[in-house]
T-cell receptor, first 118, second 113 residues
Framework: GAVVSQHPSWVICKSGTSVKIECRSL??????MFWYRQFPKQSLMLMAT?????????EQGVEKDKFLINHASLTLSTLTVTSAHPEDSSFYIC??????????????FGNGTRLTVT | GQSLEQPSEVTAVEGAIVQINCTYQ??????LSWYQQHDGGAPTFLSY??LDGLEETGRFSSFLSRSDSYGYLLLQELQMKDSASYFC??????????????WGAGTKLIIKP
């Protein structure tokens, strides 16, 4: 089945530093990838839609200058949390669909990145 | 606005059957999905209903009634490993568009021996 690889799985960084999270589709091409944020015991909150070769589309309330998204190829999207602060500590998850017109194609998720900012 | 409602928590006994309901109110509807998420892990896809009726996949079944804006996930022969959070999600754009989903808040399933 389709696999989405996300790296790193966890990271601890100091306040004020930047952290880059990578999301790769391993055996399929993904023109669109999605970045989610999830707080403990809560649902997934869509942050942005990453489009290959174009600018990401951010959800309302998400700072695009703080959460930089780059989707340079059909298999790689990156999320950079710039000047991280403790309130940015969260579980970040990427996902991608296999594309095509198959109505039941599911979203495939990476294993998530747990970010802790000290 | 768009919303999905599902119970926050359900408790059941190992070996039993449990049903998790989901009602939705969305601007568009192109299918209802169910995802399972264990603590600390990422969501994994369970099932998808685009048309009315029951879809069965092993111990898990999912049902959809578009006229009632309602669906449910049915888990049979519960095992301890089924303890997880279950999310319903509605696809609000056509199949050949992007995969943006509207998510429910999740139902934590607690299974007791």
């Amino acid at each position: 089945g389709a696999v989405v690889s996300q790296h790193p799985s966890w990271v601890i960084c100091k306040s004020g530093t930047s952290v880059k999270i990578e999301c790769r589709s391993l055996d399929f091409q993904a023109t669109t990838m999605f970045w989610y944020r999830q707080f403990p015991k809560q649902s997934l909150m869509l942050m942005a839609t990453s489009n290959e070769g174009s600018k990401a589309t951010y959800e309302q309330g998400v700072e695009k200058d703080k959460f930089l998204i780059n989707h340079a190829s059909l298999t790689l999207s990156t999320l950079t949390v710039t000047s991280a602060h403790p309130e940015d500590s969260s579980f970040y998850i990427c996902s991608a669909g296999e594309g095509g017109s198959s109505y039941n194609s599911p979203l495939h998720f990476g294993n998530g990145t747990r970010l802790t900012v000290t | 606005g768009q919303s999905l409602e599902q119970p926050s928590e359900v408790t059941a006994v190992e070996g039993a059957i449990v049903q998790i309901n989901c009602t939705y109110q969305t601007s568009g509807f192109y299918g209802l999905s169910w995802y399972q998420q264990h603590d600390g892990g990422a969501p994994t896809f369970l099932s998808y209903n685009a048309l009315d009726g029951l879809e069965e996949t092993g111990r898990f079944s999912s049902f959809l009634s578009r006229s009632d804006s309602y669906g449910y996930l049915l888990l049979q022969e519960l095992q301890m490993k089924d303890s997880a959070s279950y999310f319903c999600a509605v696809r609000v754009l056509p199949w050949d568009s992007n995969y943006q989903l509207i998510w429910g808040a999740g139902t934590k399933l607690i299974i007791k021996p």
